[in-house]
């Protein structure tokens, strides 16, 4: 049984981190926005929805709600200076956000209980389901979530606000010259993505029941960039499968700690290494990553 | 249509452009020449808001358009062209063409959500549009193609059907036929004739070619060294002595 529970725990997990990397792909492979602060909307997501519940007592739907929006209104933020920031200075700025976010939910004890965390986050609809089969029940939720936003976002990238948000990753000045207000289709898109990634940050809550800043630190960003690095950029299906493959890693390799004979310490730092090795062998050989971004047909 | 009044645009201690004042005439063709480095391209960057000017006035339909940034300027009915085509490497022909289609739907999240059927009935008539300038422009059996592919020239001609889709009511064109073989050349000057005379849109055009001025321009203006030296028709430039020296000291 012990072996079923992990891979429920795994698939869940990997769930979860595909929300965050389609939202990044949004980002990065459709607008061109090199954003390295995405656990920011992840963190936000967190805190937002699971101190609503704990501390408000707010039902829970109306606690993922705010805590999308709240991850959105983030997002735009993030967005203004693109305005005047060249996408590398604004890379910069993100990485910064990202810990703005973290340390305010550290040392703002009073909200969030600092580095003790937010404990005691109830189970959704706990007393309805059976506790042995709480977890498939969960990974079944996380599953129907991807599945939405898998079409939710698939309608964006395909309608003309999706084409300008391309010719915006491609050609900047062309759109400008085409008469599309590029700041704001950047706007938009900061907000679509933190909506997403406040999803998978309350959806992250409510199934750990713990949180605390340990969870939001910059390392999650990479993990996910390393994601749309190996699975591809400009397509959801490829974020899902580097998903599969970085989580399938990150957290099986922890497990394995009890076999190999090395310190839990080397452990952690190896498995950090090899997921840099594998990001620069898919920039060298295959830097579209294992799915290409697919050509818009018509006829 | 459009009117410029001392313009002036300053790099550093360079003058790239002195006090320069022009006019481009309702439904008229008008060229610009000069030799390399001559602010023929600045010009068209101060006009449609790329670059902020140091001095002057750009007035379009009588409408003061200077200090606006470009997109505000496009939405109004001047659009341009770049001297080195921009295309999108990851889009292909068509979606290139359906990119500039004016006012479109579902061009925010929440149309493109929420309005699917109407925004799918306006695409198909984009759509149509942009097959029937493809057909004129040659590049019908590439419109599944990425644009970063295309050649020099066919990017050059994708970017004309760009701006078609637009509808703009006045065109900058930033050297359109460089790079273009010889029979599309005229064909493509032809085009730009027609439509000249059946939408009477304005056309503002940077060119080398003096056969190509000649042939379609009702106006040329010379700008030398940021200053303008000359204008007049076709015929009386080609006689006027400061433009031949200026451009035979140049070569």
Redesign the interface.
């Known amino acids: 049984m012990p072996i079923i529970n992990f891979i429920i725990y795994l698939l869940t997990m990997i769930g979860i981190y595909s929300l965050l990397a389609m939202s990044l792909n949004f980002q990065v492979g459709f607008t061109g926005l090199i954003n390295f602060g995405q656990v920011a909307f992840f963190c936000i997501g967190a805190y937002t929805s699971s101190l609503l519940v704990v501390n408000a007592g707010v039902p829970v739907v109306v606690a993922f709600l705010v805590a999308m929006a709240l991850s959105g209104i983030f997002g735009y933020i993030m967005s203004i200076p693109t305005k005047s920031l060249k996408s590398d200075y604004w890379a910069i700025a993100t990485l910064a956000s990202g810990e703005i976010v973290r340390l305010v939910a550290l040392n703002e004890a009073w909200l969030t209980a600092g580095p003790f965390g937010v404990m005691g986050i109830p189970q959704i609809l706990k007393d309805l389901i059976p506790k042995d089969a709480y977890p498939v029940f969960y990974l079944l939720f996380v599953i129907a979530c991807i599945i939405m936003v898998y079409i939710?976002l698939s309608?964006?990238t395909n309608?003309?606000?999706?084409?300008?948000l391309?010719?915006i990753?491609?050609?900047e000045?062309?759109?400008?010259?085409?008469?599309?207000?590029?700041q704001k289709l950047k706007l938009?898109a900061m907000?679509?993505a933190g909506t997403v990634g406040g999803l998978a940050g309350s959806l992250f809550a409510f199934y750990i029941q713990f949180i605390s800043p340990e969870n939001f630190k910059p390392i999650e960003t990479f993990l996910m960039w390393a994601m749309i690095i190996v699975g591809g950029r400009?397509n959801f299906k490829g974020a899902i499968i580097g998903a599969v493959v970085i989580q399938l890693f990150n957290v099986s390799t922890r497990f394995l700690g009890n076999y190999v004979p090395l310190g839990s310490d080397s452990m952690a730092a190896l498995r950090m290494t090899i997921i840099g090795v594998l990001i620069i062998l898919f920039l060298l050989f295959r830097p579209e990553g294992l799915i290409k971004?697919k050509?818009?047909?018509?006829d | 249509m459009l009117t410029i009044k001392n313009l002036e645009k300053r790099f550093g201690s360079l003058r790239a452009l002195d006090d320069v004042s022009l006019e481009v005439e309702d439904d008229s063709i008008v060229g610009l020449i000069g030799p390399n480095g001559s602010g023929k391209t600045t010009l068209f960057n101060v006009v449609s808001g790329f670059y902020e000017k140091d001095g002057g006035e750009v007035y379009f339909k009588g409408e003061r358009i200077d200090g606006l940034p470009p997109n505000k300027i496009a939405k109004k009915g001047l659009c341009r062209t770049f001297q080195v085509s921009k295309a999108p490497e990851k889009m292909t022909v068509l979606e290139n063409m359906l990119l500039a289609a004016k006012r479109q739907l579902g061009e925010n999240p929440f149309s493109a959500l929420f309005m699917r059927p109407r925004v799918q009935k306006s695409e198909k008539a984009n759509l149509d549009m942009a097959l029937e300038l493809l057909d004129m422009l040659q590049l019908s059996q590439l419109k599944n193609d990425y644009a970063g592919d295309l050649s020099g020239g066919q990017k050059k001609l994708l970017s004309l059907g760009r701006v078609f889709m637009l509808k703009p009511d006045m065109i900058l064109l930033d050297e359109p036929t460089a790079g273009v073989n010889p029979t599309l050349r005229v064909q493509l000057m032809e085009a730009i004739r027609q439509l000249q005379k059946m939408e009477r849109k304005a056309f503002f055009i940077i060119e080398h070619s003096m056969k190509v001025i000649s042939n379609i321009c009702d106006k040329v203006y010379v700008l030398n060294f940021g200053k303008k030296i000359a204008e007049g028709t076709p015929e009386e430039i080609q006689q006027n002595e400061q433009v031949l020296e200026a451009y035979l000291s140049g070569a």
């Open positions: 939710f309608m964006l309608s003309p606000f999706g084409r300008n391309k010719a990753r491609d050609e000045e062309l759109c400008l010259s085409l008469g599309k207000d590029t938009q907000i679509v400009g971004e050509k818009k047909v018509y």
